[in-house]
Each structure stands twice: as structure tokens, then as C-alpha cells.
């Protein structure tokens, strides 16, 4: 049987404060001289698929099998029906902005339904520690071993946001009356809101595998990340209503069309496989309205600057930690990122999975591996 390895609060406390001592939260964004140190927050996990933070300041997060935990308190529940196939089961979890009024807790799973697979989208009570009452508000979305989407984020605008994949249909993504290959957007209580573009869920569409989504903190835009086929995988700023390509146009090849909305940054000469992403609004990290994600098949978190319509900078920021599922800004203002190499596709070290937080060191230039020293105290 795993066992959940959880390190004590105060340990997260002490590095805080030692931090704060060097006086590093001052530094400008941009300041490529500072490394940064990673420290592990929990390990021996299960697939940690998504990352969310209770009002309480406690991380709350899915494990691929269908458990929900809290850090340091552990399971508190376990998803009933949850088919764990290929990249389906658990995968998105949010908590609803109004969190204190309602207590709710909305997640993203895969399930068997009519004799297919399937993902549907519920509303959970968190109470006393354990989730009740599940309420479904969106259902049938096409599943599939692999090609599930699963993120789910509420937006600036109090609305839920929702990334699903072609479920290896490549004609579904083209169809604006399918949820699947789409980003979808709905009210907190399952209904379709004013000015979605077909008056449907479809927010934007012609997608492949979408899986990570932030808002920009300054403009309010939103941004997404895509996996591609092999190659040619995808950051876009997303607009209502735009048409994103796949799979008819492969991002920097063919002409550039009308059509088509053209990727912000594309991956077309190795795989990168970019998954959970979040636009850093801190003060403690060198790294202020970046847009911050991971990869799975290209095993490292990277950062992205993006100003006046234009990418002024993407860059490698960590790697040698393995297969990267999602990113995170806590409350505390520290980057948290969750590993996925026992989804097999990876390859396990001792301890994974693991959830980590990333904070400014005073060493060197150049992007931190997992063989340079976590811990600077």
C-alpha cells in the first residue's frame, strides 16, 4: 500500500520566513540571474492530476484514481463510478470563488455510460471533511482512453471554464454541437450563460487535447495550452467563438489563414506535451505575469511573457523533475507543481508522485535541475 509522506506546516513556515529575510519578493519580474530551489510538499502520491487551494490557505487535489485529498489531513473521498482508463478518471478539480457562501467543490471525471466512455462534470459539498451530495451539471462529454481534457478553472468573470479533448475523433472537434475538442463555459449551477457564441457550452473549439488554463492578471485574457500530434504542440490565447485548427491546420505549417486563430507559441521540433498552466500574479517569485506550465513528455516547467499582443519571452524554467501535470499559484504566493511519472509514461524515482513548491535561492544563473541541492537554508 502507498504511504502519503506529508511534511509538517511549519517546515513550509520556516522556509517562508527565511525567505523573506534575503529580501528577494522586492525583485523585478524578469530577473533571469536568480535560480530557484524546490521543495517537496507531499510524495508517494497517486497521479496528482489537478491542484486547488480551500480559502483556509489548504491545498486541495485529485489523484488520477478518483480519491480527492487534502494536504496534511489526507483522503476525503473517493469518487464513486470513476472509470480509471488510459488518461481518464479524476482529473480536474476547482473550488467555487464564492467557496465560503457554499462550500463547493466541482470536479472532472471519467466514467462508463450507454455502454461508452464518457466525462461528465459535478458539484460536490465539502463537508466536515468529505465531499456529499454530488449534483452533475454537465454529462456525455466523449471519453476515451486517452484525449479527456479534464481541466476545470473558474475565470475573472465567475464562470466555469472546461477543457475536453477530441477523445481521439478528430471530426468531433470540428463539430460545434459536440463537447468534445472544446473549451466550454457554464454558470456555477450547470447552466449555459449569456453570451457563450452558439448559445450553447462551446466557448471555442477545433481543439486536439487541451489541459491547462489561466487568465492573464493584467488584461484578463485567457490562455491555454494543447497537446499536438507527436510534435506541434500549442500555447493560444483563446477568444470566444475562434476556430483553433486541429486537425486541419498544424501550428507553423501551411499558410496562415483567417480561418484559423495561429498559436501564441508552438512546439514544433520536439514534444512538449504542455499541461497545467497558471499566470503568476505574486510578489515572491522574479517571475510577475508569467504564464507558468508544465510538460509531461517534455519533463519540465517552463515560463512565458507575453506583452502587447506579442511573446517577449518563453523559457525554461525548471527541469529534471519528470512528467509535469499541473501548476499552481498558492495563496502564500509560492508556485506549486505536481509530477505524474507513475501514470505510465513516466519513469518513477523514489517518492513519486510529488507535489512541490518552488521559491527564489541565492545561487546562480541557469535553469535548476533536480540533481542541484532543494533545500538552500
Given at each position: 500500500?502507498?504511504?502519503?509522506?506529508?511534511?509538517?506546516?511549519?517546515?513550509?513556515?520556516?522556509?517562508?520566513?527565511?525567505?523573506?529575510k534575503?529580501?528577494?519578493?522586492?525583485?523585478p519580474?524578469?530577473?533571469?540571474?536568480?535560480?530557484?530551489?524546490?521543495?517537496?510538499?507531499?510524495?508517494?502520491?497517486?497521479?496528482?492530476?489537478?491542484?486547488?487551494f480551500?480559502p483556509?490557505?489548504?491545498?486541495?487535489?485529485s489523484?488520477r484514481?478518483?480519491?480527492?485529498?487534502?494536504?496534511?489531513?489526507?483522503?476525503?473521498?473517493?469518487?464513486?463510478?470513476?472509470?480509471?482508463?488510459g488518461?481518464?478518471?479524476?482529473?480536474?478539480?476547482?473550488?467555487d470563488?464564492?467557496?465560503?457562501?457554499?462550500?463547493?467543490?466541482?470536479?472532472?471525471?471519467t466514467?462508463?455510460?450507454?455502454?461508452?466512455?464518457?466525462?461528465?462534470?459535478?458539484?460536490?459539498?465539502?463537508?466536515?471533511?468529505?465531499?456529499?451530495?454530488?449534483?452533475?451539471?454537465?454529462?456525455?462529454?466523449?471519453?476515451?482512453?486517452?484525449?479527456?481534457?479534464?481541466?476545470?478553472?473558474?475565470?475573472?468573470?465567475?464562470?466555469?471554464?472546461?477543457?475536453?479533448?477530441?477523445?481521439?475523433?478528430?471530426?468531433?472537434?470540428?463539430?460545434?454541437?459536440?463537447?468534445?475538442g472544446?473549451?466550454?463555459?457554464?454558470?456555477?449551477?450547470?447552466?449555459?450563460?449569456?453570451?457563450?457564441?452558439?448559445?450553447?457550452?462551446v466557448?471555442?473549439?477545433?481543439?486536439r487535447?487541451?489541459?491547462?488554463?489561466?487568465?492573464?492578471?493584467?488584461?484578463?485574457?485567457l490562455?491555454?495550452?494543447e497537446?499536438?500530434?507527436?510534435?506541434?504542440?500549442?500555447?493560444n490565447?483563446?477568444?470566444?467563438?475562434?476556430?483553433?485548427?486541429?486537425?486541419?491546420?498544424?501550428?507553423?505549417?501551411?499558410?496562415?489563414?483567417?480561418?484559423?486563430?495561429?498559436?501564441?507559441?508552438?512546439?514544433d521540433?520536439?514534444?512538449?506535451?504542455?499541461?497545467?498552466?497558471?499566470?503568476?500574479?505574486?510578489?515572491?517569485?522574479?517571475?510577475?505575469?508569467?504564464?507558468?506550465?508544465?510538460?509531461?513528455?517534455?519533463?519540465?516547467?517552463?515560463?512565458?511573457?507575453?506583452?502587447?499582443?506579442?511573446?517577449?519571452?518563453?523559457?525554461?524554467?525548471?527541469?529534471?523533475?519528470?512528467?509535469?501535470?499541473?501548476?499552481?499559484?498558492?495563496?502564500d504566493?509560492?508556485?506549486?507543481?505536481?509530477?505524474?511519472?507513475?501514470?505510465?509514461?513516466?519513469?518513477?524515482?523514489?517518492?513519486?508522485d510529488?507535489?512541490?513548491?518552488?521559491?527564489?535561492?541565492?545561487?546562480?544563473?541557469?535553469?535548476?535541475?533536480?540533481?542541484?541541492?532543494?533545500?538552500?537554508?
Open positions: 500500500m502507498r504511504t502519503e509522506i506529508f511534511l509538517l506546516a511549519f517546515l513550509h513556515l520556516l522556509l517562508v520566513g527565511c525567505i523573506e534575503e529580501n528577494l519578493f522586492d525583485l519580474p524578469a530577473v533571469e540571474s536568480k535560480e530557484l530551489a524546490v521543495e517537496i510538499v507531499a510524495q508517494d502520491l497517486d497521479i496528482p492530476w489537478s491542484l486547488d480551500l483556509s490557505g489548504e491545498m486541495i487535489f489523484e484514481a478518483g480519491k480527492v485529498k487534502i494536504l496534511e489531513k489526507g483522503v476525503i473521498h473517493e469518487v464513486k463510478g470513476v472509470a480509471h482508463l488518461e481518464g478518471g479524476l482529473q480536474g478539480i476547482a473550488v470563488p464564492v467557496f465560503l457562501q457554499n462550500n463547493f467543490i466541482y470536479l472532472y471525471y466514467y462508463f455510460g450507454d455502454g461508452k466512455i464518457l466525462n461528465k462534470v459535478s458539484r460536490f459539498e465539502l463537508k466536515n471533511n468529505s465531499l456529499e451530495n454530488e449534483t452533475v451539471l454537465l454529462e456525455a462529454i466523449p471519453g476515451n482512453v486517452f484525449h479527456d481534457g479534464g481541466r476545470i478553472k473558474f475565470g475573472p468573470d465567475g464562470l466555469l471554464y472546461i477543457t475536453t479533448g477530441d477523445s481521439g475523433s478528430s471530426e468531433l472537434a470540428q463539430n460545434k454541437t459536440s463537447l468534445a472544446k473549451i466550454l463555459r457554464m454558470k456555477p449551477d450547470g447552466t449555459i450563460p449569456e453570451g457563450n457564441p452558439f448559445g450553447t457550452f466557448f471555442s473549439f477545433f481543439f487535447n487541451p489541459q491547462g488554463i489561466s487568465w492573464h492578471p493584467l488584461t484578463g485574457e490562455f491555454a495550452t497537446h499536438g500530434p507527436s510534435k506541434h504542440d500549442e500555447v490565447l483563446i477568444k470566444a467563438g475562434e476556430n483553433y485548427g486541429w486537425p486541419e491546420k498544424l501550428c507553423n505549417e501551411g499558410q496562415e489563414s483567417e480561418k484559423f486563430v495561429e498559436a501564441v507559441v508552438c512546439f521540433e520536439w514534444t512538449m506535451a504542455p499541461s497545467g498552466a497558471a499566470f503568476y500574479s505574486g510578489n515572491r517569485l522574479p517571475l510577475k505575469n508569467h504564464f507558468i506550465y508544465g510538460g509531461l513528455r517534455g519533463e519540465q516547467v517552463r515560463a512565458l511573457l507575453f506583452e502587447n499582443g506579442a511573446v517577449v519571452r518563453d523559457e525554461e524554467l525548471l527541469e529534471g523533475f519528470g512528467r509535469v501535470r499541473d501548476v499552481v499559484e498558492g495563496p504566493g509560492l508556485l506549486y507543481f505536481a509530477t505524474n511519472n507513475t501514470d505510465g509514461r513516466g519513469t518513477p524515482k523514489p517518492g513519486d510529488k507535489i512541490s513548491f518552488i521559491w527564489p535561492a541565492i545561487i546562480s544563473v541557469g535553469a535548476l535541475s533536480a540533481e542541484a541541492p532543494a533545500n538552500v537554508l
